[in-house]
């Protein structure tokens, strides 16, 4: 039998589980624009940044193949802010990478 805080637990994680699709598309969007040269300086820290907070909250819920891919984007993310000009090259094709593995590492529906 679950406990109260067990189900408020499960609860919340079937809530970030939902919401996860949604995040991951929001980066997936950015990621692109971060490709094609569209995204400002501003905007690829702030990329960084929800990427950074996908891969903590994804391995607070247990998802440690979303979280591990996750923090593998950041760091590629981190090297196109740092040298903007990597997009073009392996980079961008190790960030690409990441990001489908992130999508396959995501919960089936139930």
């Not at 905007?43 to 960084?48: D, K, Q």
């Not at 950074?52 to 760091?75: I, K, M, P």
């Not at 690409?96 to 992130?102: T, V």
Request: proline residues 3%.
């Amino acid at each position: 039998m679950k406990t109260d805080v067990q189900r408020r637990l499960d609860a919340l994680r079937a809530d970030y589980v939902a919401k996860l699709p949604g995040q991951l598309h929001d980066i997936e969007f950015a990621c692109g624009r971060l490709l094609a040269g569209e995204l400002s300086a501003d905007g690829i820290v702030a990329l960084r940044y929800a990427v950074h907070r996908l891969a903590g909250s994804a391995g607070s819920f247990g998802l440690d193949g979303l979280s591990r891919h996750a923090r593998e984007a950041e760091q590629w993310i981190e090297a196109i802010l740092e040298r903007p000009a990597m997009a073009a090259g392996s980079e961008g094709a190790s960030l690409r990478k990441e990001l489908a593995a992130m999508r396959a590492a995501l919960p089936a529906k139930d």
